[in-house]
């Protein structure tokens, strides 16, 4: 089997110059890299990979659990793990736990078999089974919701925060029956929203009621069960609050079954800025969170850990931001 010494001795440089080009620095010259490429290949090289830890044959592959990968949301984290971890030559295993606990934990028992390097996960619910991560060693990042019980890494959005701000907004257009569709009870992103939304009544003496909420999975199907209920009240909400993208879509289902039009009978407000929310009639507004920027901050927090499993862990809270268009614009 070919090694490193052998490609550098064929492509005449050093060791470094064959690592630093076969892992796509980009200080190297691109003739150089053409010329090491070759090399590899007549030779048959295959590296290790940068990010093996010889005492403990880790692989240089991080696995990324993310709770729906139909969510754009949960893919643009994906984009910025995978591109912050491309540069260093790690590869991404992306794994979709749907939003269930047993999946979740079958994906962290492939990750301890399979030898991983770390794990960046966005917790399903209440419980988790990162404790056994923990107990090996092995390094772990958690984006979106905190891990219950757990000290780690952690990148959030201040959901609660951005909620309210939403909130605040519809009240400031002029509805007075504003409702809210969030997720499950116990997660806390669900939590935190319906929070927020609470906090803004609050602040603005304004009606809020139970009858105005409805909880359900963080899914179309639910949303749109959740909207006919509320729009079919007899004081049915003139707003609404919609905890996600996926959410939003039901939502949109249910008003054009019920014949009721967005952002003239009702106002609509919705977590994360998916592709298509501006291709809408009418556009709708939104709160948009740095899905990107979470997935490239936890990135390179796991490749921290990964390098010193010692730090102490860290909590790092992101801005969202509220995107006004004609969906919530009284007319």
């Known amino acids: 089997?070919?090694?490193i010494s052998d490609v550098a001795a064929r492509a005449g440089v050093s060791t470094a110059t064959v690592s630093r080009a076969l892992n796509g620095k980009s200080t190297?010259?691109?003739?150089?890299v053409a010329r090491v490429r070759k090399a590899a290949d007549e030779l048959g090289y295959q590296p290790n990979g940068p990010a093996r830890n010889l005492r403990r044959q880790e692989a240089a592959v991080v696995a990324l659990i993310i709770s729906d990968v139909e969510n754009p949301f949960f893919t643009a984290i994906a984009r910025g793990v995978e591109d912050v971890a491309h540069e260093v030559g790690y590869s991404v295993v992306l794994c979709n736990s749907d939003?269930?606990?047993e999946k979740e934990n079958r994906y962290i028992d492939i990750a301890i078999q399979e030898r991983v390097a770390g794990v960046i996960l966005s917790p399903s619910g209440t419980t988790t089974s990162v404790a056994k991560l923990a107990g090996r060693g092995t390094a772990y990042v958690a984006v979106d919701r905190p891990l219950p019980g757990q000290d780690s890494d952690v990148v959030l959005v201040d959901t609660r925060l951005a909620a309210r701000q939403a909130t605040t907004h519809l009240v400031a257009q002029g509805y007075e029956r504003i409702g809210c569709i969030t997720g499950p009870s116990g997660v806390r992103t669900a939590d935190d929203r319906l929070a927020g939304y609470r906090d803004a009544l609050r602040a603005a003496k304004h009606r809020g009621s139970p009858r105005l909420v409805r909880r359900t999975e963080y899914k179309a199907a639910g949303a749109r069960r959740a909207a006919l209920?509320?729009?079919r009240q007899s004081e049915p909400p003139n707003a609404l609050l919609i905890a996600n993208s996926a959410m939003a879509v039901g939502v949109l289902q249910a008003l054009q079954e019920l014949q009721i039009r967005p952002g003239r009978d009702v106002g609509l407000v919705a977590f994360d800025d998916a592709p298509w929310a501006e291709l809408v009639d009418p556009p709708l507004s939104?709160?948009?969170q740095p899905a990107?920027?979470?997935g490239a901050v936890a990135a390179r927090l796991l490749l921290a850990r990964i390098a010193d499993n010692t730090r102490p862990p860290t909590t790092t809270t992101l801005g969202a931001r509220l995107q006004e268009r004609a969906s919530s614009h009284r007319k």
């Open 1 to 3: 089997m070919a090694t």
């Open 99 to 101: 939003e269930n606990a």
């Open 229 to 231: 209920e509320l729009l």
């Open 292 to 294: 990107y920027e979470i």
């Open 28 to 32: 190297v010259d691109r003739d150089l």
């Open 286 to 288: 939104v709160v948009a």
